[in-house]
């Protein structure tokens, strides 16, 4: 894997996995998906699978590094030391995320130059809750307990991926993300047991915050064009309503325990189920975030601009240590 893209061209050469595109081949490598095979970059894999896991870890390490954007608003103005610190901490684990997550794309043969292009040119997704502005210090609570509970929901399963690097990298970060889940439960429980007017602030984020969080999961199963190929390829391992189902019945006991109320008033428990009945998700607003960024869209692909161009000298100089250490190498 390279966290950077410093390779020699034969060595991107070499890097590139094989493209499979006739059909035999692909009913060769449909059976090893089958098996419970682990696919590595090397391995032939048909040229749709490599597109759709660059489209999708991408999305995600895009969603990573303009997810720190939300909480770093709240760096100079948190509570305490401590929580500035836990929460520096937090947004530190997030771009670490970004990390590992451009570093298993590029093994499937896309730099990370290229990637960060695409989301600083817009054409790029990344997930939608990012676009929701945090005005309260509740949403810093609000995020770990929701955001980071709904991406941990999603992203077990990715740990059992068929594309191994994507898998390994699943790893570290659901360990990560539980941990940013429980911090923000605290700082919501924190409030809702604090003064009456901290638990009006844990309840006022918790009603701007619940619909985007379960937007998350994406578009119902009808409307997900992806989800039939990508659970038959094993990159997805449940569904997108499957895993919102889960997340909406693991948090409304939560909520329930803070005395804080879901904005649902369809949210009832369903005895034949054994699962929560949730109402209607606002799909037009889902679409419109996606399309035209919601609010702070804009503010964050600037940011993003901002940063990359701040950081272009740090680029040319990380690329020309690297070019004096190969010289180096060469000569000895
Ligand atoms: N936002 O056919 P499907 C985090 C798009 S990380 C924007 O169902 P798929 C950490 C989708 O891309 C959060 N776009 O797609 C953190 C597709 O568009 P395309 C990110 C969305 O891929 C916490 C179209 O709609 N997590 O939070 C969204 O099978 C706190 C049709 O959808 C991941 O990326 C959305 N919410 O399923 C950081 C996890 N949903 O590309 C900081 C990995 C859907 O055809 C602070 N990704 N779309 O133009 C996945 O599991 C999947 O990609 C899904 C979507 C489930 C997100």
Redesign the pocket.
């Known amino acids: 894997m390279y966290s950077t893209d410093l390779r020699t061209d034969q060595e991107k050469k070499s890097a590139d996995p094989q493209v499979l595109d006739d059909a035999k081949l692909w009913d060769t490598f449909q059976s090893r998906i089958d098996n419970g095979d682990v696919i590595e970059a090397k391995d032939d894999m048909p040229e749709k699978y490599r597109q759709t896991l660059i ?2 870890i991408s ?2 390490a895009h ?2 590094i303009v ?2 954007l939300p ?1 770093g608003n709240w760096v100079t103005r948190a509570p305490t030391l401590k929580r500035k610190l836990i929460l520096l901490a937090k947004i530190q684990d ?1 771009a670490g ?1 970004g990390l590992y997550l451009y570093s298993a794309a590029e093994t499937l043969g896309r730099s990370r130059d290229d990637m960060v292009a695409d989301l600083l040119s817009g054409k790029a ?6 676009n929701y502005p945090t005005p309260t210090w509740a949403d810093i609570g609000t ?1 770990g307990w929701l ?2 509970g ?2 941990v929901t ?2 077990i399963p ?1 740990c059992r991926c068929s594309y191994g690097p994507y898998a390994r990298a699943m790893v570290r970060v659901c360990k990560e ?1 539980s941990f ?1 889940q429980r911090q923000g439960y605290e700082i919501v429980t924190v409030l809702a047991q604090g003064t009456l007017a901290q638990k009006a602030l844990a309840q006022d984020s918790l009603n701007r915050f619940w619909w985007p969080s379960l ?5 119902s199963d009808s409307a ?4 039939s190929q ?1 659970m038959k390829w094993k990159i ?1 391992r449940h569904s ?1 309503d499957e895993l919102r189902q889960r997340f909406v019945d693991a948090t409304v006991p939560q909520a329930e325990f803070l005395g804080l109320s879901i904005p649902d008033a369809d949210m009832r428990w369903n005895e034949e189920r054994g699962s929560y009945d949730h109402g209607e998700i606002n799909w037009d607003e889902f679409w419109a975030v ?1 399309k035209d960024g919601g609010i702070c869209g804009k503010d964050r692909i600037r940011a993003r601009r901002a940063a990359a161009k701040d950081g272009q000298w740090v680029r040319a100089a990380a690329h020309a240590y690297a070019q004096k250490q190969e010289t180096k190498e060469r000569v000895a």
Request: overall charge negative; hydrophobic content about 30%; proline content about 2%.
């Open positions: 489209r999708q999305q995600h969603s990573e997810g720190q909480e997030e995320h997704k990344y997930s939608t809750i990012f995020i955001v980071d709904a991406a999603n992203q990715l993300e940013h937007m998350m999961f994406g578009p997900s064009t992806h989800s990508n997805k997108n996606i």
